[in-house]
T-cell receptor, first 112, second 115 residues
Framework: NAGVTQTPKFQVLKTGQSMTLQCAQDMNHEYMSWYRQDPGMGLRLIHYSVGAGITDQGEVPNGYNVSRSTTEDFPLRLLSAAPSQTSVYFC???????????FGQGTRLTVV | AQSVTQLDSHVSVSEGTPVLLRCNYSSSYSPSLFWYVQHPNKGLQLLLKYTSAATLVKGINGFEAEFKKSETSFHLTKPSAHMSDAAEYFCVVSDFSGGYNKLIFGAGTRLAVHP
């Protein structure tokens, strides 16, 4: 039982490249979300999903795309990487409203 | 809109002394509040949560927090710090607007524990 698994753990991209951050869960929870963590700013919500086929924007969605074709997976796509997207990205999963969120170990992304 | 302010970006204590990490929140309704801990290069772990039951909430590793509606505060305390408590701590409020349980994070408090 792995919980929430993020891959890769580290990534370096050149400006303009695209990539996909993977998030997989084996908890069978409906709610999944992506956050980015920047120094002194806590975590900010990028995109979220309340179930397969349903996604919506969070606080900082620009430059990112998501889709949710299965309950288990919620990939985050960077369309054209920019240095401002250098950050640590966390995927979170929770059962529903007002419930504890379980976080993956994070992906540290550097865009040069 | 909900918001969270963590009043100290850094707190330093000696091992065995009390810990106080301060958090104020802003909410238009009775909120759900959480404290998460992040150890270096790790993910986030839930310490405790308040969801309108008892105002004094006990969490893991000896931490507790008290919800004070009149002061809009949710401060985290521990009677005696341990070296392993050194980490970053986030106060979090739930925002239910838009039909989703968005988590609004404070900026974090880095706790250092000295021998």
């Amino acid at each position: 039982n792995a919980g929430v698994t993020q891959t890769p753990k580290f990534q370096v991209l050149k400006t303009g490249q695209s990539m996909t951050l993977q998030c997989a869960q084996d908890m069978n929870h409906e709610y999944m979300s992506w956050y980015r963590q920047d120094p002194g700013m806590g975590l900010r919500l990028i995109h979220y999903s309340v179930g397969a086929g349903i996604t919506d924007q969070g606080e900082v969605p620009n430059g990112y795309n998501v889709s949710r074709s299965t309950t288990e997976d919620f990939p985050l796509r960077l369309l054209s990487a920019a240095p401002s997207q250098t950050s640590v990205y966390f995927c979170a999963v929770n059962r529903g409203q007002d419930t504890e969120a379980f976080f993956g170990q994070g992906t540290r992304l550097t865009v040069v | 809109a909900q918001s969270v302010t963590q009043l100290d970006s850094h707190v330093s204590v000696s091992e065995g002394t009390p810990v106080l990490l301060r958090c104020n929140y802003s909410s238009s309704y009775s909120p759900s509040l959480f404290w998460y801990v992040q150890h270096p290069n790790k993910g986030l772990q839930l310490l405790l949560k308040y969801t309108s039951a008892a105002t004094l909430v006990k969490g893991i590793n000896g931490f507790e927090a008290e919800f004070k509606k009149s002061e809009t505060s949710f401060h985290l305390t521990k009677p005696s710090a341990h070296m392993s408590d050194a980490a970053e701590y986030f106060c979090v409020v739930s925002d239910f607007s838009g039909g989703y349980n968005k988590l609004i994070f404070g900026a974090g408090t880095r706790l250092a524990v000295h021998p």
